[in-house]
């Protein structure tokens, strides 16, 4: 490792005050409350160099983000900072962090350190099977939770520490009745996992937490080798996370969390906004370091968004700033109907380009995905070109997953759901004959000869024979991962051929998965990061820098920023949303939820609120403003009254 330059950084000079005082604060717990655009990043980056360059070795800092490539970055810069290696540093998410530790301790808690890791889809293919066989002798499946609410409702249960029936009164009191045969449903779920070897994303965090309550010696092994602990967007943090980082800070307090209580926006993931509220109260005596020097907004956007966020009925009291002068007063305008509301929308992006903005720089947000579907058309019309973000995941794709579970099983013979899965895309295999396959193989390991799981019929053993071989070869060979990636597609291609109209498509999606895995020796490694950090469809089938407007939800353009951001459908009935009116709490987050978009732009907010909705049931009928928009200032804004 090359030595670090110590105090070679000046730390005054490229900080402002409330940075420097951050990145510079004494050992013990620290809230960094930091506004938008306020440089957090910039201050967790300079804060790890601080740390080291005065003497904190870098094995002994955990930084933790919510993607790994977050913490890649962030490593990164403090390395060019201090000129030197900070390869010792553990950086990486809640789940990543708990999958280090359970691979070293799984037998405290009587687990197989093989253990595999079952993604969203994985869980959900579980439930299926189990609520089938459990809930069907008793009830009518058709009037019951589909297989992926259970998973979500089982899932939040656990995420917030409360009951099922909490969960289920949270997004679908309809289903409360089903509450007790639920529970059955997730108790199958827990042996099921067991007998499999298998553990999800909530194990991950469970099984820690619990792994650090029961055994003393090793948390306070854990916690003597994480001396520092610095946490990224903590107002994103669940219960379970919360809980977590209090543990891993358990001997010493040294924990510094960075966050904006005003951009907490992930309720329906299972986040707890009352995490970054309650942080003082986790960890007594902590010093609360706000950052408000906004670096990123002009100073009439700032106008803007302090006063949609300064009426939150609960948070830290802030308010953003800037040096910047100047710069263009928001607009806001109120288009008769959703047409002239796309019709503006291409009219703007036209002027924008014509003043030599790039159209990349220029996105369109909105609160739901459905509420775009008028204006794609408009800019199809138009030969506007467009990305649009915010919807499935490459890794939630059938053929990706196809794929995987075939790794799945060279990598854990004993994983009944993935063989279960691969068995069934086999011609003349059914559900219920792949399962009773998978329980054989995954019992008693896999079978040199197919007719000893199937009767020599022609193609039915000949194809159970082809599967076997290839595991079975990919099991034994250690040529490189994707060599065996690439075989696995080349087996896989016939049945996309045969049962997808869009399979050259798909074939690109699976070359893309083989490039993946160039850079890993471990087959294992390589499940474990794409169960844990699955790359987005959107990130990898399109560039977020290509030439093409950006259309996207609000809740996928945190932490991103734009020359231009459009605001469409900011009315009541949009934002905030229906669902949201019976509950203060939503409401708050629905605020939240417009300031993020707003602290989107840097030099051009434009806000559209249409006048008239179309609804199926009561026709066309009048709208009003977001209620949020009718609070400003009027005088903060040019274009039309928003009367």
């Not at 794929?403 to 990598?411: F, S």
Request: aromatic content about 8%; overall charge neutral.
């Amino acid at each position: 490792m090359k030595s670090a330059s110590f105090h070679s950084i000046d730390y005054s000079r490229d900080l402002n005050p409330a940075q420097l005082e951050a990145v510079t604060a004494a050992g013990g717990p620290v809230l960094v409350i930091a506004g938008a655009g306020s440089g957090k990043t910039r201050t967790i980056v300079y804060r790890v160099a601080w740390l080291v360059e005065h003497g904190v070795a870098p094995s002994s800092i955990l930084l933790l983000t919510f993607t790994r490539k977050a913490a890649e970055e962030m490593l990164t810069r403090a390395a060019l900072l201090v000129q030197g290696s900070l390869a010792q540093v553990t950086g990486g998410t809640f789940h990543s962090t708990g999958n280090l530790l359970l691979r070293r301790y799984a037998n405290r808690l009587g687990l197989q350190t093989s253990f595999s890791i079952m993604d969203q889809s994985d869980s959900i293919d579980a439930f299926d099977h189990l609520r089938k066989s459990i809930a069907g002798p008793v009830t009518d499946l058709k009037s019951f939770p589909r297989a992926r609410t259970i998973a979500e409702v089982v899932s939040r249960s656990k995420g917030t520490q409360t009951s099922i029936r909490d969960s289920l009164e949270y997004r679908y009191p309809h289903f409360v009745h089903a509450g007790e045969l639920i529970e059955k449903i997730g108790a199958e779920y827990e042996e099921y996992k067991r007998l499999n070897n298998l553990i999800d994303y909530d194990d991950l965090l469970l099984h820690t937490i619990r792994l650090l309550e029961e055994y003393e010696d090793v948390r306070r092994d854990v916690s003597a080798r994480w001396q520092h602990v610095l946490v990224d967007e903590y107002q994103d943090t669940n219960r379970l996370q919360a809980r977590m980082l209090v543990l891993l800070a358990s001997d010493h307090g040294n924990v510094m969390a960075v966050g904006d209580d005003s951009q907490s926006i992930y309720a329906f993931r299972g986040a707890d906004f009352r995490n970054i509220m309650e942080f003082p109260d986790l960890f007594p005596g902590t010093r609360i370091i706000k950052l408000e020097e906004n670096y990123r907004s002009t100073a009439p956007i700032l106008a803007v968004t302090n006063s949609i966020i300064e009426r939150a009925s609960v948070g830290y009291p802030k308010r953003l700033y800037t040096r910047r002068a100047g710069g263009p007063l928001p607009l806001a305008a109120r288009p008769m109907d959703e047409r002239r509301q796309s019709r503006f929308v291409v009219q703007c992006v036209k002027e924008l380009v014509e003043h030599d903005i790039p159209i990349r720089e220029v996105a369109v947000l909105f609160r739901a995905g459905y509420h775009s579907f008028d204006l794609e058309a408009e800019l199809a019309r138009n030969s506007i070109p467009f990305v649009k973000y915010g919807g499935f995941k490459f890794i939630e794709s059938v053929h990706i997953k196809d794929v995987l579970a075939h790794l799945r099983v060279v990598a854990n013979p004993a994983d009944r759901l993935s063989w279960t899965r691969i068995l069934k895309l086999l011609p003349g295999v059914g559900v219920k004959t792949a399962m009773k396959l998978a329980d054989r193989i995954a019992g008693t390991g896999i079978p040199n000869d197919a007719a000893e799981l199937f009767p020599r019929s022609g193609k039915h053993h000949q194809e159970i024979q082809k599967l076997l071989d290839l595991v079975r070869r990919l099991k034994q060979t250690d040529e490189p991962l994707a060599n065996k990636v690439d075989q696995v597609n080349q087996y896989y291609y016939p049945h996309l051929m045969e049962n997808y109209d869009n399979y050259p498509k798909r074939m690109k999606d699976l070359e893309h998965l083989t490039d993946l895995t160039v850079r890993y020796r471990s087959l294992y490694r390589f499940l474990n990061d794409m169960a844990l950090e699955p790359p987005d469809e959107e990130r990898t089938g399109n560039d977020r820098r290509s030439n093409s407007l950006v259309l996207s939800t609000i809740h996928s353009a945190k932490g991103l920023e734009w020359h231009t951001v459009i605001l469409i459908w900011a009315a009541e009935g949009r934002i905030p949303s229906p669902m949201a009116m019976d509950s203060p709490d939503e409401l708050e987050e629905e605020r939240r939820l417009l300031y993020v978009a707003a602290t989107r732009a840097k030099h051009n907010l434009v806000i559209l609120a249409p006048r008239t909705m179309m609804d199926r049931a009561r026709g066309i009928s009048q709208v009003r403003p977001s209620r949020f928009i009718e609070e400003i200032p009027q005088e903060y804004f040019r274009g039309l009254a928003l009367d």
